[in-house]
């Protein structure tokens, strides 16, 4: 009997972590369920700019693959993913405080916080993380509220 209620429990949990990894994916702002355009999280932090990572040196965390450039930049990515994971999913932080909306960006336009990495659009002579610098306070309450609103 023990055996059979600690079975239904795995398989509860398990078809949990299915569903959240699911909505994170549909969530996300992803390329083939990569993250971050295929660049480095921990190189935002530990080499203060946008890295290429590599496809050889992956890891999927809750149904999201990131790439490194590094075996040591992995490592530390698997002792504390949410740590490095970039805010709203990878998208525009200032569309989504701005507006609440999913902007692509441009993953070498990025801005660190609070040791949180924020990411921006830059293209066609609008770069959003100058926009974000005059009003980054409010904006970024506007973008945490906004990002639970879709984020649920």
């Known amino acids: ?6 079975l239904l429990l795995i398989l509860v949990s398990a078809s ?23 660049y480095d999280p921990v190189g935002y932090f530990n ?12 890891t999927s965390y809750q149904g999201v693959t990131y790439n490194f450039s590094s075996a040591e930049n992995k490592n530390a990515f698997l ?11 990878g ?3 200032y569309a989504m405080g701005s507006a609440g909306e999913k902007v692509e960006i441009n993953p070498e336009t990025f801005k660190i916080v609070d040791g949180k990495l924020y990411l ?3 293209a066609y002579f609008n770069n959003t993380l100058k ?18 609103k879709i984020y649920k």
């Open 1 to 6: 009997m023990k055996k059979l209620v600690l």
């Open 16 to 38: 949990s972590f299915a569903q959240n990894d699911a909505k994170r994916v549909s969530q996300y702002n992803l390329e083939n369920k990569v993250g971050i355009q295929g």
């Open 47 to 58: 080499q203060g700019k946008a890295i290429k990572g590599k496809k050889e040196i992956s």
């Open 79 to 89: 002792k504390n993913p949410s740590k490095f994971e970039p805010q709203y999913g």
């Open 91 to 93: 998208w525009c932080a």
């Open 120 to 122: 921006f659009y830059n």
């Open 131 to 148: 926009s974000w610098n005059k009003d980054e306070a409010e904006l970024k309450v506007k973008a945490d509220n906004n990002w639970k």
